[in-house]
């Protein structure tokens, strides 16, 4: 039952992602970007994809799903759902940065597999639901009128909470 609850959470998230602009004005942007994690339970590279609708000039509304696996000896993956509100903040006419808020919802699953001498192996698995919020803060550099780079830095706060870094490449509709 909570895989098909995990399904439908995504479904529903991928729906919202594609359905969204009916809601907004001025413009809408797909990104991909490399994330980097890092947590007390390790560290790890993962990728995200993404869907912004431009409110007006400076506000934006956003949605995000990522992978993100942490750790080598703990096999600990997280799914991160986001929808926030982005306020950005222009330097100049193709330099800007932003402030991002939102809520999260992270899929979960912890693996481990220990070894005691005489007695074989032991698997332990955990599956978990999370909700929690996200700041972050960020640039965006146009390289042309549909295409911009970004940088950003966030906080998850959720339990087993986990900072983030991402680098990616934004294309304007």
Same mark, same amino acid.
């Given at each position: ?84 509100? /982005?306020?950005? !903040? ?8 932003? =402030?991002? +808020?939102?809520? %999260?919802? @992270? ?20 599956? /978990?639901?999370? !909700? ?8 965006? =550099?146009? +390289?042309?009128? %549909?295409? @911009? ?20 490449? /934004?294309?304007?509709?």
């Amino acid at each position: 039952m909570k895989n098909v609850f995990n399904i439908l959470m995504i479904v529903v998230a991928v729906l919202c992602m594609f359905t969204a602009q009916t809601y907004a004005g001025t413009g809408r942007s797909t990104d991909v970007s490399v994330v980097y994690g890092t947590a007390s339970y390790g560290n790890g590279t993962g990728a995200s994809l993404g869907n912004e609708w431009k409110l007006d000039e400076t506000l934006a509304f956003r949605t995000d799903i990522s992978y993100i696996p942490f750790g080598a000896e703990s096999n600990y993956t997280r799914v991160p759902i986001a929808v926030s509100l /982005k306020l950005y !903040f222009p330097y100049a006419e193709r330099f800007r940065g932003y =402030f991002q +808020l939102g809520g %999260e919802v @992270s899929f979960d699953s912890w693996e481990y597999t220990y070894t005691l001498p005489g007695f074989g192996s032991t698997k332990i698995q955990e599956d /978990k639901t999370r !909700f929690g919020v996200t700041p972050a803060l960020g640039t965006e =550099f146009d +390289l042309n009128k %549909e295409i @911009s780079i970004f940088f950003d830095v966030r906080e998850h706060f959720i339990e087993d909470k986990y900072d983030s870094v991402s680098l990616g490449l /934004k294309y304007n509709y």
